[in-house]
């Protein structure tokens, strides 16, 4: 995994089935990662509302540069489905996004396998990560321990998956209890009970993220790494805003502060604590603390 960052090659295989069971439609992935090397560990990647798996490309060629295979799955409030906030079955999707990516973990070794490039034999399946943006980043937190308080106030079952090692949750909605009007209308479920969340992960938040569903500015979006136990990191990059120099694509509508050298941080912030996490360390995650000292961004951990 020593080779230079962007040198390496990569290549990306789509679309791919995963089996599952009531879904009104399949259940799709991409599958990008380095052309060569071995032991390579994984990322399972889960986008944000409205996105796809072929969104994104900024983080996931980034990441497979350095070194993972990283697997997308296209959730079903993707646009390309035309699922949004009024329809009836809008209300479950949040359970069925968290079973997309358990099918995803599930069923990791047909994906490779389907996938050639000998990722079947290629990448280690004992380190993976889950990480997730925005909505992306809910599921993501359950797949760590995170539970989904109802409307009631009764906490969630646990969704927590045995194989994964560690996470990175970015631009994450914190706990419920600041909820606009509109959210708690539209998004009743966006209510996280970060108390169980123990595994290993890694929080970025921007400065600027001020979230139309909530009354509480850019601090709710560190909700998780402030009210989770164990092992935690804190990246707060001071100017980011939700898509945080545009992590889902060049120039897209969603994008309000466009900035290169930003998407490359979260990026690499998320491979070099991985591997740190690993134990696959090339000495990144130190440069990435080293880089804070600058004044753009700040780094906690506990």
């Excluded at 601090?219 to 992590?247: C, M, N, Q, V």
Aim: proline residues 6%; hydrophobic residues 40%; charged residues 25%.
């Amino acid at each position: 995994m020593s080779t230079p960052l962007l040198e390496r090659r990569i290549v990306a295989v789509k679309p791919l089935i995963v089996p599952t069971t009531d879904r009104p439609v399949p259940l799709a992935v991409k599958v990008t990662a380095p052309v060569d090397g071995d032991n390579l560990p994984l990322i399972v990647f889960s986008h944000g509302n409205a996105w796809s798996m072929d969104g994104y490309e900024p983080l996931v060629d980034r990441w497979a540069a350095a070194g993972f295979v990283v697997v997308n799955p296209t959730h079903l409030d993707s646009r390309r489905h035309g699922i949004g906030f009024d329809d009836p079955r809008f209300v479950d999707i949040w359970r069925i996004r968290i079973s997309d990516v358990h099918a995803v973990i599930d069923h990791l070794d047909d994906i490779l396998s389907t996938a050639g490039h000998d990722l079947g034999t290629r990448a280690d399946t004992s380190k993976l990560a889950a990480v997730g943006h925005s909505w992306g980043g809910q599921t993501v937190g359950t797949l760590l321990g995170a539970r989904v308080i109802d409307v009631d106030g009764v906490v969630g079952k646990d969704f927590s998956h045995p194989s994964v090692r560690a996470g990175a949750l970015i631009a994450t909605a914190g706990t419920g209890d600041s909820l606009t009007d509109f959210a708690r209308e539209h998004l009743p479920f966006m209510r996280p009970d970060f108390s169980r969340m123990s595994t290993p992960a890694l929080v970025i938040a921007g400065g600027k993220d001020d979230s139309a569903l909530s009354t509480r500015g850019p601090e709710w979006l560190t909700d998780a790494y402030h009210l989770s136990p164990g092992p935690k990191r804190l990246l707060y990059i001071d100017d980011g805003e939700h898509t945080l120099g545009g992590i889902a694509g060049e120039a897209v509508h969603e994008t309000t502060d466009e900035d290169p050298r930003r998407v490359e941080l979260v990026a690499d912030a998320v491979s070099a604590y991985l591997l740190d996490v690993f134990g696959l360390s090339t000495g990144e995650w130190e440069k990435i603390a080293v880089g804070a000292a600058e004044g753009a961004y700040s780094i906690d951990g506990k």
